[in-house]
């Protein structure tokens, strides 16, 4: 359970730095992602999932 909370919190940590550092860029994102279909977005979140998961595996090792 400390892992979870540990990875939440470092996810947050890279979340806020990015609206902090820079804002307007983090809106530009939002609005390009918005035009994305999901048939190109659900792949790519998988993928990033998949990476999560193999990171959080070879942490732990």
Known sequence: ???????I???????GMLWALAPDTARRMLAELST???SRLQPLALVIVALGVGLFWLAKG
């Not at 359970?1 to 990875?7: C, H, P, V």
């Not at 919190?9 to 979340?15: D, T």
């Open 36 to 38: 994305v279909p999901n």
């Open 9 to 15: 919190g470092i996810a947050l940590v890279f979340e």
């Open 1 to 7: 359970m400390s892992e979870l909370l540990a990875g």
